[in-house]
Structures are given as structure tokens and as C-alpha cells.
Nanobody, 120 residues
């Protein structure tokens, strides 16, 4: 089972930007469709965005996320990124990466996550 380590979270004002990184080890992300997930307090974890192994196919969970977030993968660096712009208080959550659950089981152990807090 591969390992993941998310970073780049923080406290930001509404309208601000953050770039999350997810460094993988033990497995190559190039073998998997990958995704970012988030879990807000009191809510279930939800998928935010997914990207195919080649990067050719990208999907975002909602219209709002589609026009503010960008999922990026660098297979050479074995790292997944999430560029988040125009952040809103509703984006406050713990963010995680893993293989896309649309493609089967999770192939990595869940990492510690990156806390994103957006103040109004």
C-alpha cells in the first residue's frame, strides 16, 4: 500500500488562494487515476476533483469547484496538486488525496490531510 502526505493547507481570507500538494511514496501515481477529497466538520468525505493517470481526463464534483479549482498531476515527481482560487468559507475542510474511487478501491493509505480554513 502506498503512502500519501498532503501539505499546503492554511488559513486564508475569502477570495484568497492556496495550492495543496500530495506527495506519494511506495507506489507510483502514474499507475492510477487520482483524486482530491475533502471532509468538512460533521460531514462525510466527498470527492472534489479527479484526474486520469495520463492527465487527459479531468472531472470536478461541482460547477463551483470546476471554475475555481485546478487538479494537476506531475507523475515524474509522484505528486498531485490542487490549485484553489477564489476560496469561499464553504471550502473549509480537511483535504485528502488518494486514488479515484470511481476506478476501484483506494490504493494508498490515507495521509494526514491538509486543513484548509477560509474566513469570511
Amino acid at each position: 500500500q502506498g503512502q500519501l502526505d498532503e501539505s499546503g493547507g492554511g488559513l486564508v481570507q475569502a477570495g484568497g488562494s492556496l495550492r495543496l500538494s500530495c506527495a506519494a511514496s511506495g507506489r507510483n501515481i502514474s499507475d492510477y487515476n487520482m483524486a482530491w477529497y475533502r471532509q468538512a466538520p460533521g460531514k462525510e468525505r466527498e470527492i472534489v476533483a479527479s484526474i486520469s493517470w495520463s492527465g487527459a481526463n479531468i472531472n470536478y464534483a461541482t460547477y463551483s469547484v470546476k471554475h475555481r479549482f485546478t487538479i494537476i498531476r506531475d507523475n515524474d515527481k509522484n505528486t498531485l496538486y490542487l490549485q484553489m482560487n477564489s476560496l469561499e468559507p464553504e471550502d473549509t475542510a480537511m483535504y485528502y488525496c488518494n486514488s479515484s474511487h470511481y476506478s476501484g478501491p483506494y490504493y494508498f493509505n490515507w495521509g494526514p490531510g491538509a486543513q484548509v480554513t477560509v474566513s469570511s
